[in-house]
């Protein structure tokens, strides 16, 4: 069992910054590949970015790319998502969620991520 706790999210003016993070339980965070994605009222579930296990390696969503940064400390068990230049479209409930599997790849499918966050507000006004 994996719990994570996202925080992190808030009200943010368009242009402004934020940061998430997610603490994770477990002694073998290590082993997770991490990822961010969000949620907007009425769409689904989309990918934002993802860490590999050793934090070498990150993958961005197209519309984020340049903006956000996604990194991880295996030794405090947390994954942090840096969000600069903020849109009012990056609004959303933001989830961190956690791979537990041996695959080498990074999926971008929220199907294949094992545990998930509660999710963080993110709310960007123009």
């Known amino acids: 069992q994996v719990q994570l706790v996202e925080s992190g999210g808030g009200l943010v003016q368009a242009g402004g910054s934020l940061r998430l993070s997610c603490a994770a339980s477990?002694?073998?965070?290590?082993?997770?590949?991490m990822a961010w994605f969000r949620q907007a009222p009425g769409k689904e579930r989309e990918f934002v970015a993802a860490?590999?296990?050793?934090?070498?390696?990150?993958y961005y969503a197209d519309s984020v790319k340049g903006r956000f940064t996604i990194s991880r400390d295996n030794a405090k068990n947390t994954v942090y998502l840096q969000m600069n230049s903020l849109k009012p479209e990056d609004a959303a409930v933001y989830y961190c969620?956690?791979?537990?599997?041996?695959?080498?790849?990074?999926?971008?499918?929220?199907?294949?991520?094992?545990?998930w966050g509660q999710g963080t507000q993110v709310t960007v006004s123009s």
């Open positions: 477990g002694r073998t965070f290590s082993s997770y590949v």
């Open positions: 969620a956690a791979d537990l599997s041996v695959r080498v790849e990074v999926r971008r499918i929220p199907d294949e991520y094992d545990y």
């Open positions: 860490i590999s296990r050793g934090g070498l390696n990150t």
